[in-house]
């Protein structure tokens, strides 16, 4: 079933932006559709060279409060989030137990908005070693 709604989707997550971008993303549409394009990991304070090459799909999920990453068949809940209006652009923060999720709209780019950007960050303990995640892509309603 999940993947039968993974490609719902992102089949229909191409069309025009139809978003009021003053205004928090959550009091506007049920879910985006993203892709995570680039990423850095570190391992106990050892870090690797950011890598361009990666294609993650994730959705985010309103309505539900929940993240979903069809590939690894993995779903996070949204714990909480937050809107705030910047100098240069307005900023949709998002919060699970272990990572925090930032969309962007640049108020320069108002009058094109096909876009919106991410950065993504994850802090986690596996088996003991700490894990730091950073990221970023695009998303799509």
């Known amino acids: 079933m999940k993947i039968f709604l993974t490609l719902i ?3 229909y997550s191409s069309y025009v932006f139809s978003l009021e971008f003053s205004k928090p993303l959550w009091e506007q549409t049920n879910y985006l559709s993203c892709n995570q394009t680039t990423y850095f990991s570190c391992w106990n304070q050892k870090c690797g060279t950011p890598k361009g090459t990666d294609n993650t799909p994730m959705i985010i999920d309103f309505k539900n409060n ?4 069809p590939e690894s068949d993995l779903e996070r809940k949204i714990i909480g989030n937050n809107f705030t209006d910047m100098d240069d ?6 919060i699970t137990n ?3 999720i930032e969309i962007e709209f640049k108020k320069e780019n108002y009058d094109n908005p096909s ?8 802090i986690s303990f596996p088996f003991g070693d700490q894990h730091v995640l950073v990221a970023s892509g695009i998303c799509k309603n």
């Open 66 to 69: 929940t993240i979903f990453f």
């Open 9 to 11: 989707f992102f089949f």
């Open 115 to 122: 876009v919106l950007n991410f950065m993504r960050a994850v």
């Open 89 to 94: 652009h307005f900023a949709n923060t998002i």
């Open 98 to 100: 272990i990572e925090m």
